[in-house]
């Protein structure tokens, strides 16, 4: 079992923009030297600014493969009880709320299936990495492991206390979401909270990936809202 985390997203999302850093940086040293012209030195510069800026952002703020942390206090405040991790992928999302919420337990949920595979590479034992990450986070014994998937959730209703999903939800199609999100809300109790973190289409993601931007991010605030009240959710932020 490796000692540290590892979680499994592709090199090239933290540091892809590298291979257009490094060659316009070396050319850009070049023109300079030979005096080529302007236009062609703007240009590698402008490349050079886009390449440095964009890896800086991927590497440094939206760091896929570091610790993430709670994005708002107000999710689970009371912090006791049973929290469903839907698409837990090999534990970010699982590690994030079981350490900012020391008296809780998670069911880290996962369809294992081709878009696990997609994302972190085909494994024999996708279920191994995730334990291998609560483990060396120190969370494992509060966790545990089941694999289902989202659109039909095998859990009675009103089984959890709150519900928490990263980056999973915005890859289910147009019928997938609205069937998640209401399994959602069947397995969750009365009052319950969910926490939904969903690819932003915001500045940062759209000065790094311009136009390449996918993720279901192309769907806007206001649909997503559609959706959640479709599904019975009472939206607090
Ligand atoms: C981008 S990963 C996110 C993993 C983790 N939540 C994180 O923050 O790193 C998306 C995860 O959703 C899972 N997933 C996709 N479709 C699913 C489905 N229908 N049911 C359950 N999990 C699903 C994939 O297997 C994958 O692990």
């Known amino acids: 079992m490796s000692e540290s985390l590892d ?54 703020v939206i760091n896929v493969n570091g610790e993430p942390m709670l994005p708002t206090a107000r999710f689970f405040e009371r912090g006791t009880g049973r929290v469903l991790d839907l698409g837990a992928g090999t534990g970010r999302s699982t590690i994030m709320v079981l350490k900012a919420r020391p008296q809780a337990t998670v069911v880290a949920s996962d369809l294992f299936g081709e878009s696990f595979d997609h994302h972190f590479g085909h494994r024999d034992s996708p279920q191994e990495q995730l334990m291998s990450n609560l483990k060396v986070a120190g969370v494992a014994e509060r966790a545990t492991i089941v694999t289902a998937d989202m659109r039909k959730l095998p859990f009675e209703p009103g089984t959890f206390d709150a519900i928490v999903s990263a980056y999973a939800v915005d890859h289910l199609g147009r019928q997938g979401i609205p069937q998640a999100l209401s399994e959602a809300a069947r397995v969750l109790k009365p009052n319950g909270e969910m926490l939904l973190m969903l690819v932003e289409n915001d500045a940062w993601a759209r000065f790094a990936f ?28």
């Open 7 to 60: 979680f499994g997203y592709p090199w090239w999302l933290s540091y892809g923009h590298l291979t257009v850093l490094l060659p316009a940086l070396a050319l850009l040293a070049v023109a300079l030297r030979r005096g080529w012209r302007r236009w062609v030195v703007a240009l590698l510069a402008a490349g050079v600014i886009w390449s440095a800026g964009s890896f800086l952002i991927m590497r440094f």
């Open 210 to 237: 311009g136009p390449a931007l996918s993720h279901g991010a192309t769907r806007g605030a206001d649909w997503w809202k559609g959706r959640l009240a479709e599904a019975d959710f009472e939206r607090r932020r």
